[in-house]
């Protein structure tokens, strides 16, 4: 009987693990979910990646309206392996249930948007590595790209614009 309940409260934990990931994507604004969207899509294609990756929680976003239907977007997040192999058609998850066995992955993007579509100028920035092996000359090498003036539009930097909610 105890074993049943330990199983029940574990089930339970990973599912509101993955309705509170799908949630939160969800609560992004349109222009974040494409850039999360264009991570995944990136680390879910790499050859050394088995386990279909998806988004987990964002830990900081940011955005500079640049004018004229253009803005410049920053957000860093987790992305979280699931139980899902490489090549499910249309994980998500609600279908796919989060790994607790294997790292995060922390990413930090940054891109243009014009009319809320990505730009392929300046190039978008996507900076995904497994959290144990992000340092904080990596972080500062990340942070330092998506300040560079290409990103700014002659704003004082894309980190210190306005915090998203």
Same mark, same amino acid.
Do not use: W
């Given at each position: 009987?105890?074993?049943?309940?330990l199983?029940?409260l574990v089930s339970?934990g990973v599912?509101?693990d993955t309705?509170e990931?799908?949630?939160?994507?969800?609560?992004? /604004?349109d222009?974040?979910?494409?850039?999360?969207?264009?991570?995944?899509?990136?680390?879910?294609?790499h050859?050394?990646?088995?386990?279909v990756f998806?988004f987990f929680?964002?830990?900081?976003?940011?955005?500079i309206?640049?004018?004229? !239907?253009?803005?410049y977007?920053y957000?860093?997040?987790?992305l979280k392996?699931?139980?899902c192999?490489?090549g499910?058609a249309n994980a998500?998850?609600?279908k796919?249930?989060?790994?607790n066995d294997?790292?995060?992955?922390?990413?930090?993007?940054c891109?243009?948007t014009? !009319?809320?579509?990505?730009?392929s100028? /300046?190039k /978008?920035?996507?900076?995904?590595?497994?959290k144990p092996?992000?340092?904080?000359?990596?972080l500062?090498?990340?942070?330092?790209h998506?300040?560079?003036?290409?990103?700014?539009? !002659?704003s004082p930097?894309?980190?210190a614009?306005?915090?998203g909610?």
């Amino acid at each position: 009987m105890a074993v049943f309940l330990l199983l029940v409260l574990v089930s339970t934990g990973v599912f509101l693990d993955t309705a509170e990931a799908q949630e939160d994507l969800n609560k992004l /604004p349109d222009s974040y979910r494409k850039g999360v969207e264009l991570a995944v899509e990136q680390i879910n294609s790499h050859q050394g990646i088995r386990s279909v990756f998806l988004f987990f929680k964002s830990l900081d976003k940011s955005d500079i309206d640049g004018g004229f !239907g253009v803005s410049y977007i920053y957000h860093h997040f987790y992305l979280k392996a699931t139980k899902c192999s490489k090549g499910t058609a249309n994980a998500s998850p609600t279908k796919c249930a989060f790994r607790n066995d294997r790292p995060l992955i922390d990413c930090g993007i940054c891109y243009k948007t014009f !009319g809320g579509e990505i730009q392929s100028e /300046p190039k /978008p920035y996507v900076h995904c590595l497994h959290k144990p092996q992000l340092t904080q000359e990596l972080l500062n090498t990340r942070v330092e790209h998506c300040t560079k003036e290409s990103y700014s539009n !002659g704003s004082p930097s894309l980190l210190a614009a306005r915090k998203g909610s």
